[in-house]
């Protein structure tokens, strides 16, 4: 009798997990909180709500509407760090962030902002780094995402950079392309080199989607004060007590989410709000979004 217990404890955790995983767990959206000495003394602290990885299919209503209210945190700054896509449905995208577009803001862009995802074997995630096999042309509309974030006020930092003023603090931003499809755009010697930050500026911040070593360093190298990133999901199905198997970059998993430092700079990788449908489950790994709040040294 004991035996059949155990066997049934044995043959119904698994199932537990699996059900936790897959419909109750990817519900439980939630905010991170970090309090980061980045600016200089004197300045007044900033409110920076960080966006990843929304991944938004037709059906997922609830965390639509999630998203919509996020406009209650009062940011005074939003970062989004791409894939928003999982199907070609930018104008619902858009209606997500219709409120947050009032607020300042930069983005870049993910391979799933360019590519829907295609169907593949979901264990191969923890073996390696998911591959995106070569298309020549995107299958999604990124065209009409990029105009739409751009025509809410938000700037667009793929390979490029911006200034924004902030409460009284300027702020230099440069982006990277999504290094996960090569999209990223880092010039060495002997060209103009990118990514790079005024001098003058009170706080230097790169942005990119993917948070490979080489972006990281790129950005570190430059001066950068803050590097936001995304990508991970936070390895999407962590161990309880050890953590995340796999980040699907070059990072090892110790690194898949929260803040850590790298040289002289602060790395802030978000677990992000989605998944792929073809790999529909997060355990141990709640989706998120960062609320930043950015203060002087001793604050």
């Known amino acids: 009798m004991k035996k059949r217990a155990l066997a049934a404890t044995a043959l119904g955790l698994p199932a537990a997990a699996g059900l936790w995983g897959a419909a109750i767990e990817p ?3 939630a905010v991170r909180r970090h309090t980061l000495p980045v600016l200089p003394a004197g300045h007044e602290s900033i409110r920076v709500l960080h966006v990843s990885d929304l991944h938004l299919a037709p059906w997922q209503k609830h965390r639509a ?4 209210a996020l406009t209650r945190l009062d940011p005074d700054l939003v970062v989004n760090t791409g894939d928003n896509l999982s199907a070609n449905i930018v104008d619902q995208v858009l209606d997500v962030f219709e409120g947050l577009l009032a607020v300042p803001g930069v983005f870049v862009l993910g391979s799933n902002d360019f590519f829907s995802p295609v169907r593949k074997n979901p264990a191969g995630y923890l073996r390696s780094e998911s591959k995106v096999k070569h298309r020549k042309e995107p299958d999604l509309d990124v065209d009409t995402l990029i105009r739409g974030f751009e025509a809410g006020g938000w700037t667009f930092l793929d390979n490029a950079e911006a200034t924004l003023d902030i409460r009284g603090t300027r702020i230099d931003l440069c982006g990277l392309g999504d290094a996960h499809i090569d999209r990223d755009r880092i010039r060495c010697e002997g060209e103009r080199e990118f990514p790079r930050f005024a001098s003058e500026a009170d706080l230097r911040i790169g942005v990119t989607h993917a948070p490979y070593s080489r972006t990281l360093e790129a950005f570190s190298s430059a001066g950068a004060d803050l590097i936001m990133t995304g990508h991970t999901h936070g390895g999407q199905i962590r161990v309880p007590f050890w953590g995340a198997p796999v980040t699907n970059c ?19 990788i978000s677990a992000g709000l989605g998944f792929s449908p073809y790999s529909p489950v997060r355990f141990a790994c709640r989706p998120e979004v960062s609320l930043l709040t950015l203060v002087p040294p001793g604050h």
């Open 27 to 29: 519900h439980l959206f």
């Open 65 to 68: 509407a999630w998203v919509k």
């Open 250 to 268: 070059d990072l090892d998993r110790t690194r898949a989410r929260g803040v850590f430092p790298y040289r002289t700079s602060l790395v802030e």
